[in-house]
C-alpha cells in the first residue's frame, strides 16, 4: 500500500530535549516536505527537499533541522524545543514539484513541548 | 513569497444546500491551486486542483473556478452531504516560489443532517 508513515503519532517532551520525528515514504518519490499545522494559520511549511541531500527552507524553518540521506527518509529534527513548537506535524511526498504532481500526507505527530 | 487567504474560517450549511469557500493570492505568477480536504485525525487529501492555464473544473459534486485577473479562486460543493464535513484547505505554487506550496488558514465545513 503506498503510504506516508510519520512517527511517533504522539510526543509529549520537555523544553530542550533533542527529539526526531521520522517520515518514510513508499513510492519512490522524489519530493518531500514537513508542515506544521496551527489553528486559524492552516498548514505552513517548515522545510522541502527536491532530491537526495537537496533541501530548502520553508515559511517557518527557524528552530528545525532536515536531512535527506535516503529517498524514501525525510527526518524532522528539533534541536532545543521551545513550547512555542508544540503543534501537529505533517509529512507529505509527491513524485516531482507540487505543481505537476499530487502531494500525498502523513497521518500527523502531536507533539506537546512542556 | 506567495500569500493565500482562505475564507470564511467556519461554514455551516444544511444537507443539500451547496458551499462555496474562496481563496486569493498574491503572487502572479503562481500557476497551480489544489484544494485538500482533512478529515478528523487525518492528513489532508487532494480533492481537486485547477492550472492557470483552465478557468474551471469540476468533478462530480465539486468543482473550482479560478480567476487569474482578480487572482482569487473557489470551490464549489453542490449536494452538500453529512460526509462532507470537514477543514479544507486552498494552496498555491508554482511561480516565484519553485518547490514550495502555500496554504490558505483553512476553513470548517460542518453539513447538518
Known amino acids: 500500500e503506498a503510504q506516508v508513515t510519520q512517527n511517533p503519532r504522539y510526543l509529549i517532551t520537555v523544553t530542550g530535549k533533542k527529539l526526531t520525528v521520522t517520515c518514510s515514504q513508499n513510492m519512490n518519490h522524489e519530493y518531500m516536505s514537513w508542515y506544521r499545522q496551527d489553528p486559524g494559520l492552516g498548514l505552513r511549511q517548515i522545510y522541502y527537499?527536491?532530491?537526495?541531500?537537496?533541501?530548502d527552507k520553508g515559511d517557518v524553518p527557524e528552530g528545525y533541522k532536515v536531512s535527506r540521506k535516503e529517498k524514501r527518509n525525510f527526518p524532522l529534527i528539533l534541536e532545543s524545543p521551545s513550547p512555542n513548537q508544540t503543534s501537529l506535524y505533517f509529512c507529505?511526498?509527491?513524485?516531482?514539484?507540487?505543481?505537476?504532481?499530487?502531494?500525498?500526507f502523513g497521518a500527523g505527530t502531536r507533539l506537546s513541548v512542556l | 513569497g506567495e500569500n493565500v487567504e482562505q475564507h470564511p474560517s467556519t461554514l455551516s450549511v444544511q444537507e443539500g444546500d451547496s458551499a462555496v469557500i474562496k481563496c486569493t493570492y498574491s503572487?502572479?505568477?503562481?500557476?497551480?491551486f489544489p484544494w485538500y480536504k482533512q478529515e478528523l485525525g487525518k492528513g489532508p487529501q487532494l480533492i481537486i486542483d485547477?492550472?492557470?492555464?483552465?478557468g474551471e473544473k469540476k468533478d462530480q459534486r465539486i468543482a473550482v473556478t479560478l480567476n487569474k485577473t482578480a487572482k482569487h479562486f473557489s470551490l464549489h460543493i453542490t449536494e452538500t452531504q453529512p460526509e462532507d464535513s470537514a477543514v479544507y484547505f486552498c494552496a498555491g505554487a508554482g511561480g516565484t516560489s519553485y518547490g514550495k506550496l502555500t496554504f490558505g488558514q483553512g476553513t470548517i465545513l460542518t453539513v447538518h443532517p
Open positions: 527537499s527536491m532530491n537526495v541531500e537537496v533541501t
Open positions: 503572487d502572479s505568477a503562481s500557476n497551480y
Open positions: 485547477i492550472r492557470s492555464n483552465v
Open positions: 507529505a511526498s509527491s513524485l516531482g514539484g507540487w505543481e505537476k504532481n499530487i502531494q500525498y
